[in-house]
């Protein structure tokens, strides 16, 4: 069923994933399971996991988490994040006080003061980062401890960029994402009744022509609004649609193109306006 049957391992954003904060995941020993497949996946020159954050590749190669450089993007829950971010100002109310020291205090840490402000901020968000997520990456190193990979990554640090490369630093072609469209074909379930095949032929030509003459930016924005982070799937899907606008079911993988666009211009026009409600939307319209 599309993305509704996977298990998200890593969370956040782009070069800032860290593992999931799951005891279902954790006590399933899923992390060390990852920890082969990442390592046997570069082995045979397979694909990689990309975007890890700086401090989890820190840490997971035994290097010191309060040596780690934690930015506040490195963490996933959006709440903590916002609570920790309270401490970057002057002066705390009464109830953002109240607040930072409940989250201080629920992981045994001090409330917050005046004096300790800037420590108390440093300490959250090590713990929100790194603490949260410490049995993960053992987990993540004893699988690749167990493919023998790790011999090589501690007496080669040149190889861990390759291991876990940064989403920003990737480069998307054309032919990235032709290979991985299913094009809608004529028995589908999608919402294109009484099309003929010349509107059809027309609209994903369009979209081909699209994405042979976009750049590697707006390919990657495309697969942001497409299936709602920046890494190919296995398999991208488009349907027709009878809304206004392109609209996409992340989950699904799915792009829903209308059809009612005679040329070019009008339809790239349409598509780049939804590709940037993304940033806003993720990825729905």
Not at 5 to 23: C, I, N, R, Y
Not at 180 to 204: A, Y
Request: proline share 6%; hydrophobic share 40%.
């Amino acid at each position: 069923m599309g993305g509704v049957g996977q298990t998200l391992l890593f969370e956040g954003e782009p070069d800032h994933l860290v593992p999931a904060a799951s005891e279902v995941l954790i006590e399933s020993n899923l992390f060390r399971v990852a920890g082969r497949m990442i390592a046997h996946s570069f082995l045979h020159d397979g694909p990689h996991v990309t975007g890890l954050s700086p401090a989890v590749i820190h840490v997971l190669f035994n290097g010191d988490p309060e040596m780690a450089t934690i930015v506040v993007e490195d963490c996933p829950d959006l709440h903590i994040r916002s609570i920790i971010q309270m401490l970057e100002l002057e002066e705390l109310t009464q109830e953002q006080k109240d607040t930072v020291s409940d989250l201080s205090l629920s992981w045994d840490l001090p409330a917050v003061t005046k004096t300790n402000q800037r420590w108390l901020h440093n300490k959250l968000l090590v713990h929100a980062v790194i603490g949260r997520t410490m049995r993960q990456i053992k987990q993540l190193r004893k699988g690749l401890k167990d493919v023998m990979l790790w011999p090589l990554l501690t007496s080669r640090p040149d190889v861990v960029p390759l291991l876990f490369p940064k989403m920003a630093g990737m480069q998307f072609v054309p032919q990235m994402f032709l290979d991985k469209i299913t094009w809608p074909v004529e028995d589908s379930d999608d919402e294109d009744e009484g099309l003929d095949i010349e509107c059809k032929c027309r609209i994903t030509g369009f979209l081909r022509v699209f994405i042979e003459t976009a750049s590697s930016d707006t390919l990657a924005q495309l697969l942001k609004f497409w299936v709602g982070w920046e890494m190919l799937p296995s398999e991208l899907k488009v349907e027709f649609s009878g809304g206004t606008f392109p609209s996409s079911s992340t989950c699904f993988e799915t792009l829903k193109l209308p059809a009612h666009y005679n040329t070019y211009k009008d339809f790239e026009e349409a598509l780049v306006a939804a590709i940037d409600s993304a940033h806003t939307g993720f990825g729905l319209v």
